[in-house]
C-alpha cells in the first residue's frame, strides 16, 4: 500500500493491536517505517467490539509521506470513546469529531493524547503500544481502614439498639423476638 501512495499522499489502515508491539518480522517493519522511511504519523487505539465479526481492539495507523511533522508521531488513546448500542460498541459522531480534532491540532491532552518525539519512539524500541505514550492510569482512592473500621462498630452498636427497641415491642406483644 506504501509503494503505491503518491509523495505527499496520506494512507489510514485498520490493524489489531499486536502490530504496535510484536517482534519478529513486524517489529523490523515498524522500525523500518519509523526510522527509515518516517512514514508514521499518527497511532488511533480504537474501542473493542466496535467491527462486526471481532471483538478484538483495533488501531488505525496513519502514515504520510513528506510528513508536516516529521520530527514526532502523535498517539491517541480512543479506546474508551464509544457507546454501547446492543452487543456492538460504536463510535459516536461527537467521538469521532474529538479524535480527529485531536489529530489536527496535534496535540498532547492528559489520558486521552500523546505528541511523542522519534527519540522516545526509538528509546521504546520502536514498540508503538499506546499505553507506553498515553497514560490513562487512574488512582485508585485510599481507603482509611480505620474510618471504615470505627463506622463498622458504630452501625454494630446502633442495630444492637434497635434489636433491643424491637425486643421490646415483640414483648410487649406477646411474642417471641425473631433474633
Known sequence: MIHHLDDGGTMACVLPHGVLFRGA???HIRRYLI????????VIGLPSNIFYGTGIPTCILVLKKGR???ENILFIDASQSFIKEGNQN??????????????????????????APLKEVAENDYNL???RYVDT??????????????KLAALENEMGETGKVIA????ELGIKAPF
Do not use: M, Q
Request: one cysteine or more.
Open 35 to 42: 526510522e527509515d522511511c518516517n512514514y508514521l504519523d499518527a
Open 129 to 131: 503500544n499506546i499505553p
Open 137 to 150: 492510569f487512574e488512582e485508585e482512592t485510599v481507603v482509611d481502614l480505620a474510618e471504615v473500621s470505627a
Open 90 to 115: 460504536c463510535l459516536k459522531p461527537e467521538h469521532i469529531a474529538y479524535i480527529v480534532s485531536t489529530y489536527r491540532k496535534r496535540e498532547s491532552i492528559a489520558k486521552f493524547s500523546h505528541v
Open 68 to 70: 508536516e511533522h516529521p
Open 168 to 171: 421490646g415491642f415483640c414483648e
Open 25 to 27: 518480522a513486524e517489529g
